[in-house]
C-alpha cells in the first residue's frame, strides 16, 4: 500500500459534461513515517514526564524549578507542604521572594560560586518563610537544569526542613551548657572539702583529685594523676584493716573510716 495526498480537477468539457477529471497524487510515506515516529516520541514523552513527576512528588525533601528570571516554574507535593501553599499559588512567584533577604546574603556567594565553577553547590542553610509568615530553616542544595551536557540557566532547589534538627542541636547545647554547670559545681564542692578526696578508675588508678589530697601528700595533680592508688598506701594491702575494709564494700557498697 503507498499512503498518498489526492487532488481532484474536473476537465473543461461541454457546458453540461466534464471531459473528464485529473488526479494529482503525492506520495506522503515520508510524512507518515514522520508523524508516526512524532506521535511515538510525545508518548514517550508523556510517559517519562509521568514518571519522573510521580519521582518528583514522592521525593520527601522539598523540590523546586526556576527558571532563568528565578520565576519557580514546578514545585513538587513536599514543598508545598512545607510552605503551605497550593501548587497554583507557588507557580511564577520569585523564589527569592520566599526567602528573608538577609538570610539569602549569607550563602549567596559560596553558593553562587559553586554553581558557576561546577553546576551544582554544596548544602547551605537558608530561612523560608511560609505562607502563614512563620519562618523555616532548611539545608538547601542547588544545581543547574541539564540538556543533555549542557547546562541551562535553570535550576533544581532541593530543600530540607531542619527544624527538628535545629531543635535537637538548642537541647544538646542547653544540656551541655547544664552538664558543664553540674561539673564546675561540684568541682568546686569537691575541691573545697577539708578532706582529701579521690576517685579511681576500675582498675585502681587515680582520675580525680581534690586540693586537700595534693596537699596532704605534697603532689600537683599532673603527677597523681594516672598513678595507682594503693602506691599511696604500703602497709594497706594484706592488712586486717583492708579485709575489714573490702568486706563492707562488698556487703554496703561503702565502708566506714579505717586506718592505714
Excluded at 66 to 94: H, T
Amino acid at each position: 500500500q503507498l499512503p498518498v495526498d489526492l487532488k481532484i480537477a474536473n476537465m473543461r468539457g461541454t457546458a453540461e459534461l466534464a471531459a473528464g477529471i485529473i488526479v494529482s497524487v503525492r506520495d506522503i510515506t515520508e510524512r507518515k513515517k514522520a508523524d508516526d515516529a512524532l506521535r511515538i516520541a510525545n508518548d514517550e514523552l508523556m510517559r517519562s514526564r509521568d514518571f519522573f513527576e510521580n519521582v518528583f512528588n514522592m521525593a520527601g525533601d522539598g523540590l523546586h524549578i526556576v527558571d532563568a528570571s528565578g520565576a519557580i516554574v514546578f514545585a513538587n507535593k513536599a514543598m508545598c507542604s512545607m510552605l503551605g501553599y497550593e501548587s497554583s499559588e507557588l507557580m511564577g512567584q520569585r523564589a527569592i521572594e520566599l526567602m528573608p533577604q538577609a538570610s539569602f546574603e549569607v550563602s549567596e556567594q559560596a553558593m553562587l560560586h559553586d554553581i558557576y565553577s561546577r553546576d551544582f553547590s554544596d548544602y547551605f542553610e537558608v530561612i523560608y518563610q511560609r505562607k502563614d509568615g512563620t519562618i523555616l530553616p532548611v539545608e538547601a542544595k542547588v544545581t543547574t537544569v541539564q540538556y543533555g551536557s549542557q547546562s541551562s540557566e535553570a535550576l533544581i532547589v532541593s530543600v530540607r526542613d531542619i527544624t527538628e534538627r535545629k531543635r535537637a542541636a538548642r537541647e544538646l547545647q542547653k544540656a551541655y551548657d547544664e552538664l558543664q554547670r553540674s561539673r564546675d559545681f561540684f568541682q568546686n564542692v569537691f575541691n573545697m572539702a577539708g578532706d582529701g578526696i579521690f576517685v579511681t578508675d576500675e582498675i585502681g588508678n587515680i582520675i580525680f583529685a581534690n586540693s586537700s589530697l595534693l596537699n596532704m601528700l605534697g603532689y600537683s595533680e599532673g603527677e597523681l594523676i594516672g598513678k595507682p592508688a594503693i602506691e599511696f598506701t604500703p602497709d594497706l594491702a594484706g592488712s586486717e584493716e583492708y579485709g575489714r575494709m573490702v568486706q563492707e564494700m562488698y556487703a554496703m557498697d561503702y565502708s566506714n573510716y579505717f586506718e592505714c
